[in-house]
């Protein structure tokens, strides 16, 4: 048997190729958008992708397994638990099976037994993987591991919030909660020493605590994860509901268009080079312009109205929260940036771009006599003064949690997957020093702020870091905020 491990860290999703050498055959996990990496694998082993599979409906990204089905003929092996609200819909065209608890299937050699186990969605199952030509000292065949998806993960399990947070599922995070009691119950009972592979790593907003290693075992979740911990269901119900981090707004995009129909990505145009006059247009017609630029170059010029989201790790994050779904938008990103952006967005079904400019056409613009736009920073102790003297207002942008673990005296809160909706909320009779850890996402804020008219924005220098490197005062608890993040 081989077994293959897949990391997106963009996303913080992990994907498993499975081989049966015998049979040369194999079955991806949980696959992501893009099919090349499993196909390119699976052909260095010698082997032929016959089947994909996924734990659940994905929320985060747009799964590969129609796209695997299409390249390969591959049949889909996937739940058919959970209720009519969560079956799949895109089935008719493609080999398939559906899985109920208690099903098994092979692949070669290989053999997987299905355990429903809701809590983070109703679908959710999990795979106990078994290499049948291997037995013990006994001559027993007995399994190897467990595929938990967005179940159970290092260190953490899965949040049960997201349907009703994001979906609009009202209620269903406390049914979901107590699911996922039950369920652990059921992990409890599996031997020590099967190794557990979940669906993500540390960075996923599917759990709040996440860890960094890629596999762990029963036995030792059992023994550190906090979610075994707890023997009362109420209270595990509530630890598992508090401070659960913000539920991207796009989740529910993905959640429709995984149960719906993934478009493959070869039907997707690709994207023309786009000059002055195109964008001129955008702007005019307000189709969104997104600057991917570092933040210090988009700060020292860039388009009226456009928003800046660099392109680096964190691209596929805020783009997810702060990009239309429903219209086009327009990119000015470099050309050697064009190929790996349009997978970044395409991973989480941002397919809509209406074409990419060079920067270089922000000089040409300037040149015709049109003006660009720019904001400054400020120091914490220049910031720090100004808000003593009422001249400022001070803008949080973090999470939550951080927000509630300590911020600026006198500052209020907005996350900034929030800002496009609730800045109108906003004093405006002052400037705005809008502030997150390291000045990183207050940067983008500091776009976002003058793309909806704000014309005095002062990025905060290094941010909470800087504020505190600085010696300056910094409030802690849930006091609560003049603006507060939509729960």
Known sequence: MLLKYFYDARLAQASYLVGCQVASVAIVVDPGRDPQPYLAAADAEGLRIVAATETHIHAD???????????????????????ANWKYQYLRDVSHRLLKDGDSFYIGNVRFDVLHTPGHTPEHISLLLTDTPNHDSHGATRPLGIFTGDFVFVGDVGRPDLLESVAGFAGTAEIGARQMFHSLHRFRAL??????????GAGSACGKALGALPSTTVGYEKLVNWAFAI??????ISALLTDQPEAPTYFAQMKRVNKQVPALSASLPPWPRLGLDDLAAALDTH??????????????????GSINIPADPSLVSWAGWLLPYDRPYVLIAAEEESAPVRAALHSIGLDRAAGIADPSLLRQWRAAGRALQSYTTITPEAAAAAQQAGDVTLLDVRSRSEWETGHLPGAIHLMLGHLPQQAVRLPQDRPIVPYCRSGARS???????????FGQVMNLAAGMDGWQQAGLPVVKGKAAAAIASPR
């Open 231 to 236: 023997e009362d269901e109420t209270d595990f």
């Open 191 to 200: 031997p020590d020493y099967l190794q557990v592979w979940p669906g993500h």
């Open 287 to 304: 189709t969104p312009v997104v600057d991917l630029r570092p933040a210090p170059a988009f700060a020292a010029g860039h388009l009226p």
């Open 61 to 83: 990204f747009v799964s590969g397994a129609r796209e695997l089905a299409a390249a390969t003929g591959a049949t889909l092996y996937l739940s058919d638990e959970g209720g």
């Open 443 to 453: 940067a983008i804020a500091s776009g976002l702020l003058q793309a909806q008219g």
